[in-house]
T-cell receptor, first 114, second 115 residues
Framework: SAVISQKPSRDICQRGTSLTIQCQVD?????MFWYRQQPGQSLTLIAT?????????ESGFVIDKFPISRPNLTFSTLTVSNMSPEDSSIYLC???????????FGPGTRLTVL | AQKITQTQPGMFVQEKEAVTLDCTYD???????LFWYKQPSSGEMIFLIY??????QNATEGRYSLNFQKARKSANLVISASQLGDSAMYFC????????????FGTGTRLTIIP
């Protein structure tokens, strides 16, 4: 199974600032995803991080707010831009291997915006 | 319409008893997969079990089994001999469109095991 690490594990930020979250996988993976989990809620997909091309965003999420990079098959970043308290959430990256019967998540980044 | 429905916001179960967590789904895709995850208070998402739409048998992984009833579109998680460490949020998720690995999650069930 893939081992996924995320940095930072948690952060407290001021409104109006931006935070970049890193996701590193110990093996090459086809698909990488970014999810958001607001307090007391379920997980919602933000976008699919595509290697070598622009990310594919879900309805309600835009590139200007959540720019994503994926320079190679083992690494991706998610930036939360111009943060407001409503962005306080756990952000999780996830990887799939295309048809495999498992999908793994990183440990998450717990973000609090004041 | 909700694609994944978990109707039990919270459950309390005595230690060592079996527990069933309900999950129903809605899809017109003939090829799909169903996942269960455990989320303890630390926030990590722990993969528990997977059931493919074409799998003939119910999936099992140790104390976890999946009661898959395709015609009813239900995929209930059964935890046998519950332990205190099983206390957590449990999420059911579905993957449609084989090859696109993104998941749609239910609202979750908070399970509390009572000593």
């Amino acid at each position: 199974s893939a081992v996924i690490s995320q940095k930072p594990s948690r952060d407290i930020c001021q409104r109006g600032t931006s935070l970049t979250i890193q996701c590193q996988v110990d093996s090459q993976v086809t698909m990488m995803f970014w999810y958001r989990q607001q307090p007391g809620q379920s997980l919602t997909l933000i976008a699919t991080a595509n290697q070598g091309s622009e990310a594919t965003y879900e309805s309600g999420f835009v590139i200007d707010k959540f720019p994503i990079s994926r320079p190679n098959l083992t690494f991706s970043t998610l930036t939360v831009s111009n943060m407001s308290p409503e962005d306080s959430s756990i952000y999780l990256c996830s990887v799939g291997q295309g048809g495999y019967n498992e999908q793994f998540f990183g440990p998450g980044t717990r973000l609090t915006v004041l | 319409a909700q694609k994944i429905t978990q109707t039990q916001p919270g459950m309390f179960v005595q230690e060592k008893e079996a527990v069933t967590l309900d999950c129903t789904y809605d899809t017109s895709d003939p090829s799909y997969g169903l996942f269960w995850y455990k989320q303890p208070s630390s926030g990590e998402m722990i993969f528990l079990i997977y059931q493919g739409s074409y799998d003939q048998q119910n999936a099992t992984e140790g104390r976890y089994s999946l009661n898959f009833q395709k015609a009813r579109k239900s995929a209930n998680l059964v935890i046998s001999a519950s332990q205190l460490g099983d206390s957590a949020m449990y999420f059911c998720a579905m993957r449609e469109n084989f090859g696109n690995e993104k998941l749609t999650f239910g609202t979750g069930t908070r399970l509390t095991i009572i000593p």
